[in-house]
């Protein structure tokens, strides 16, 4: 392996991000059984694989001739860059591309000892077998036509790159909202629960086992609201003045949520539903179920 010109490791980054982009998109379709677009970006490519192989040509550099170092070092640097990118992306969109969680021995849900292992003898495979060919090929264009491909990937991959950015971003907007309409329902829930319970009107009714969506909280809360105009009408003496002021208040706030099925379906433009398709093991620790509602969406939604 020989030093490259600024240009040409550019270049082997794009192959090894469309390289990793076929085989990850392969993958999950056969898993899923139906054809994903695989990844972060609507174009084939991958930046995490492209980052990763370069990554494992930088540091099996210095023991190029030792496999087991070699091997330690994929281990090393391709499970550091592994987690720092899963960090620093679920810090700034608030969802998981990518979720170990259910696998042994994860940390944080970004890595794995399964995936670390497989990080190595990839590394492997890459410098003393994958590269080499490729390397040949790549040297084998002249210096000008390489610099102008590049020059014209790099020009596409940034425009791709740029919009699907502002996608994710809108998606973690998204997601904020929905839980901030979320925590405000379930408010309105609880006080309505405490109104029920103080006339008695809750006998025989079950504690919630589980956490209600959106959907299942404004359907609830219709039904609430219906029982509670049908009990008023008919035993307004039952209710203090205070309270069935309250319940007309509450009724008001509740009249000016939309349709969240309708709302967010028009939220979600083809760049953001694509995201979710593309990517079905994301996941989201704070904003699960919102992420679950949108997923339905996405899939439900025809273009």
């Known amino acids: ?14 192959m090894y991000c469309f390289f990793g ?22 174009g084939p490519f991958l930046p995490l694989y492209g980052s990763g192989a370069i990554m494992m040509l930088v540091v099996s550099m210095p023991f190029r001739d030792n496999v087991f170092l070699t091997y330690i070092a994929g281990v090393i640097g391709a499970t550091a860059l592994e987690y720092i990118t899963g960090v620093i992306m679920e810090a700034l969109f608030k969802v998981r591309y990518w979720d170990y969680s259910n696998q042994r021995f994860n940390f944080q849900g970004h890595i794995c000892l399964t995936s670390s292992i497989t990080w190595g003898f990839f590394t492997i495979l890459m410098t003393r077998v994958i590269h080499r060919p490729i390397e040949q090929i790549v040297l084998s264009i002249p210096g000008n036509v390489l610099f102008y491909m590049t ?19 809108d998606l973690r907007d998204i997601l904020m909202k929905m839980q901030k309409v979320k925590e405000e329902l379930e408010r309105m829930s609880r006080r309505l629960d405490v109104i029920i319970a103080f006339n008695n009107e809750d006998k025989g009714q079950k504690k919630q086992e589980r ?10 809360l219709r039904q609430r609201f219906a029982g509670l105009k049908e009990s ?42 694509d995201m979710i398709r593309n990517n079905p093991t994301m996941a989201s620790r704070k904003f699960k179920d919102s992420l679950e509602e949108l997923k339905n969406i996405a899939d439900n939604k025809k273009e």
Not at 153 to 160: G, K
Not at 233 to 238: G, H, L, N, V
């Open 232 to 273: 008023i009408q008919t035993k307004p003496s039952a209710y203090e003045e205070g309270i069935r002021e309250e319940v007309a208040e509450l009724r008001g706030k509740f009249s000016h949520y939309p349709d969240p099925q309708k709302n967010y379906t028009e939220m979600l433009d083809f760049y953001k539903r």
């Open 1 to 14: 392996m020989i030093h490259y010109k600024a240009f040409q490791w550019l270049f082997f980054f794009y």
């Open 21 to 42: 982009w076929c085989f990850e998109s392969a993958y999950v379709s056969v898993k899923s059984r139906k054809w994903v677009n695989r990844g972060f970006m609507r």
């Open 211 to 220: 956490e209600l969506t959106i959907s299942e909280l404004i359907h609830n």
């Open 151 to 169: 020059a014209f990937l790099t020009v596409y991959i940034v425009a791709d790159f740029t919009l699907s950015f502002k996608a994710a971003l």
